[in-house]
């Protein structure tokens, strides 16, 4: 579903927006069974926590980064609509994702309730521009339905937060309660947010409960000073490969991969990155060359990481 110009204004205003029907059927569907690739299911987790601890061990246990086993769950971070709302709130079209994870908890393995906090104390170095310049997108994809039992995300809207200085981005358990408004909502709704915005995490509220989302943060590319992650430093996670291939040039961009019309690419790195990512259509970058093409100065890797077209892993 396109956000609608009306709930952007609310980002901008308010400070946050709720979009339910966001994801179609289809697109939700094939998430949803894909996260048993990660997670274990709710009936097979409530059977025997204690098999599960993994889970356990503190609020952001259940979260894992981009990218993922199945083209179904990495897909959802390139949404079109996902996309276009990013363009259109952002008012860029060369944009970056910082950051992707998927988040999931199980009622009782922890206290998910959280402070009120703004979330630029770990998404940039500075504190945001209350006129909204230089803003960031970040959003909550949910994958399955959150009511008030299933500890939704609980914000303040910025009228109810401006005279609370920026700097204070932490604020003590308890307070605004009050302010706050639920973004409990069905599964294929989507959360969009300011970094200024004060919110916070709240904790079930019975038994037996389950919360799956995913969480997309755009910005406008050449901001140094914002940011999260450093896609390249993901390049050799089992996912990443498959999902560079089955993107389109525009959705590579936005992980920071070279865009058509580069002078990154030539005959030889044409050659290169076909040979690291098996099946992926380069004709848009340009026509590559010999295999065996010449390598840059500095740029000669081991044996065994360049028989597989891919960089070595980390030590």
């Known amino acids: ?43 097979d987790y409530f059977a025997d926590p204690r098999k599960h ?80 310049a230089h803003m960031q997108m970040t959003t909550i994809i949910l994958l399955s339905d959150v009511t008030e039992l299933d500890g939704p995300t609980k914000l303040i809207p910025l009228s109810e937060s401006r005279d609370i200085p920026l700097h204070r981005h932490h604020l003590r358990m308890g307070d605004l309660v009050d302010k706050e408004v639920s973004a409990a909502a069905p599964a294929g709704s989507l959360l969009i947010y300011r970094t200024d915005v004060i919110h916070r995490g709240s904790d079930f509220k019975a038994p037996g409960r389950s919360r799956f989302v995913m969480l997309v943060d755009f910005q406008e590319r050449g901001w140094r000073w914002n940011g999260k992650i450093h896609w390249g430093d993901h390049a050799n996670r089992p996912g990443l490969r498959e999902a560079m291939v089955a993107m389109t040039p525009r959705e590579r961009d936005l992980f920071g991969f070279p865009p058509t019309g580069s002078d990154y690419w030539n005959a030889q790195t044409l050659t290169d990155v076909a040979a690291r990512y098996p099946g992926i259509d380069l004709g848009p970058y340009g026509k590559p060359g010999k295999p065996g093409a010449r390598r840059g100065a500095g740029s000669r890797a081991p044996r065994a990481a360049r028989s597989k077209g891919e960089s070595p892993p980390d030590a």
Do not use: C
């Open 53 to 132: 601890a993994r889970w356990a061990l503190t609020q952001f246990s259940g979260v894992k980064l981009y990218p993922y086993p199945s083209w179904a769950l990495n897909r959802v971070a390139v949404y079109p609509d996902l996309v276009d709302a990013a363009e259109r709130l952002l008012g860029a079209t060369d944009l970056e994702i910082y950051k992707v994870e998927l988040w999931a908890k199980y009622a009782g393995a922890i206290n998910y309730d959280q402070v009120h906090h703004r979330d630029f104390g770990n998404h940039s170095l500075v504190a945001p521009r209350s006129d909204g």
């Open 1 to 43: 579903m396109r956000v609608s110009d009306s709930s952007l204004a609310q980002v901008r205003d308010r400070g946050f927006t709720v979009v339910e029907g966001f994801l179609d059927p289809g697109t939700l569907k094939a998430a949803q069974d894909a996260l048993w690739d990660i997670y274990p299911r709710p009936e």
